[in-house]
């Protein structure tokens, strides 16, 4: 069963090789990984270029933002399943892409995730928050419960069948995929409770105006979607962010 793994980059040579290398020494045989560059011209392409000939698809051209360019991975992708590994971000442990595609294909499901540590992005044995999910219950999302979507891998049909991510959100489209295949169309899910991700901190989210505007963007994913979102919403997805602060995985990875 292939799985396609899509790392998209915009001028992070920083931190880009760690990712590349982390796809590349999963234990997974099967695994189309396809890089996809927003023009970059920090010596980010000069780095995926090492390596070329262990990617299956270099895409390097401007885009129309993050979302876009998920989508062109995603779209050019053939694998069964399918997962985003961002330029910042690494897998967990070796095995981990192997982890998922069983997990996926012994419980026949569509899709599954799981928990997701940041830690600093130099120095990445140091964590700083650990977002440990748990199982998914129906009406979570409106209740400020938000899936660790670097931690998703999902089977090309569910996105063939309900679409790919809205890239009219700048901000919030990871979410409004997850509330659209989860939440609305009740797609088969379950979370393999284990680190899958190392996330570096930082990001536009995190910033004051784009909290804003994240959470501007949350409402109109739930009109969009035509579900309930509880006043409730905004007051527990913080609690829970703070709570991060203060778990830490059984054992550091």
């Known amino acids: 069963m292939m799985l396609s793994i899509i790392t998209v980059c915009f001028n992070i040579a920083e931190t880009i090789e760690d990712t590349i290398k982390s796809v590349l020494s999963q234990d997974y045989k099967d695994i189309e990984y396809i890089v996809v560059d927003g023009g970059s011209t920090d010596g980010t392409l000069d780095i995926i270029n090492r390596y070329k000939y262990k990617i299956a698809k270099v895409i390097s051209e401007p885009d129309n933002g993050i979302?876009?360019?998920?989508n062109k991975g995603l779209r050019s992708s053939t694998g069964d399943i399918l997962a985003i590994l961002n330029g910042d971000d690494v897998y967990a442990e070796k095995?981990?892409?192997?982890?998922m595609a069983e997990f996926i294909q012994h419980n026949g499901l569509d899709a599954a995730y799981g928990d997701l540590i940041y830690v600093d992005r130099r120095?990445?044995?140091?964590?700083?928050?650990?977002?440990q999910p748990g199982r998914y219950k129906q009406g979570a999302f409106s209740h400020g419960w938000v899936i660790p979507h670097p931690t998703f891998f999902c089977r090309k049909g569910i996105f063939e069948r309900f679409g790919y991510f809205n890239?009219?959100?700048?901000?919030?489209?990871?979410?409004?995929l997850m509330l659209r295949l989860v939440e609305k169309h009740q797609i088969k899910?379950?979370?393999?409770p284990k680190v899958i991700v190392k996330m570096g901190t930082g990001g536009k989210a995190n910033v004051l105006r784009g909290?804003?505007?994240?959470?501007?963007e949350i409402v109109r994913s739930f009109r969009l979607n035509g579900l309930h979102l509880s006043?409730?919403?905004?007051?527990?997805?913080?609690i829970t962010k703070i709570s991060q602060l203060f778990r830490r995985p059984s054992r550091i990875l």
């Open 211 to 216: 909290m804003i505007q994240g959470n501007r």
């Open 167 to 176: 890239d009219t959100l700048q901000i919030a489209a990871d979410f409004e």
């Open 123 to 131: 120095d990445t044995g140091r964590v700083k928050r650990f977002w």
């Open 95 to 99: 095995t981990t892409v192997s982890q």
């Open 231 to 238: 006043p409730w919403f905004f007051v527990r997805k913080p």
């Open 189 to 192: 899910i379950d979370y393999l």
């Open 67 to 70: 979302y876009h360019a998920m």
